[in-house]
T-cell receptor, first 111, second 113 residues
């Protein structure tokens, strides 16, 4: 398996623009997590899904953030409108109940 | 919810020395405690984990200990090497069945030759 696949790897955008981050979990994994990593706040859990159903979105910072998982092999994290303080590395991770496997991350810079 | 604290935030050692990183957790129901290593610009990767029914686990030069009563767990790296230099994160999983991990703030380990 190629592991958890995220795209884009890097995104530079201007404040106010919509940003969509994508994730393909490892085949067979039934739980998917979105984390945000910054120097100040470390690894923060934003939202997670189990069997494509959102279980806990209490970590989503604001209504500007939304996430979907339309099927077992695809998830998106959307920020609209984006702000400079959203600049961070966004990680997607998946598991079947054991080890949590992370993707390479999407580095977002909002100017 | 669960809260995980990690110390120290930075740790510098000489090659060959031992390194110890400590974490505490708040939720007594947590039952899974993994440690992740993140090299610069890379993804976090699991290096060792321990479950609450075990007090200690060892894998070559790394070991993890767990004290459920005190709600703390530690990572021990012996005979450190320059390639051990990275950021290490501890985590605790709430007892929800979904492997929801709450991470500590990380420890930057620097091993000098």
């Amino acid at each position: 398996d190629a592991g958890v696949i995220q795209s884009p790897r890097h995104e530079v955008t201007e404040m106010g623009q919509e940003v969509t981050l994508r994730c393909k979990p490892i085949s067979g994994h039934n739980s998917l997590f979105w984390y945000r990593q910054t120097m100040m706040r470390g690894l923060e859990l934003l939202i997670y899904f189990n069997n494509n159903v959102p279980i806990d979105d209490s970590g989503m910072p604001e209504d500007r953030f939304s996430a979907k998982m339309p099927n077992a092999s695809f998830s998106t994290l959307k920020i609209q409108p984006s702000e400079p303080r959203d600049s961070a590395v966004y990680f997607c991770a998946s598991t079947s109940g054991g080890e949590l496997f992370f993707g390479e991350g999407s580095r977002l810079t909002v100017l | 919810g669960e809260n995980v604290e990690q110390h120290p935030s930075t740790l510098s050692v000489q090659e060959g020395d031992s390194a110890v990183i400590k974490c505490t957790y708040s939720d007594s129901a947590s039952n899974y405690f993994p440690w992740y290593k993140q090299e610069l610009g890379k993804r976090p990767q699991l290096i060792i984990d321990i479950r609450s029914n075990v007090g200690e686990k060892k894998d070559q030069r790394i070991a993890v200990t767990l004290n459920k009563t005190a709600k703390h767990f530690s990572l021990h790296i012996t005979e450190t090497q320059p390639e051990d230099s990275a950021v290490y994160f501890c985590a605790a999983s709430e007892n929800t069945g979904f492997q929801k991990l709450v991470f500590g703030t990380g420890t930057r380990l620097l091993v000098s030759p």
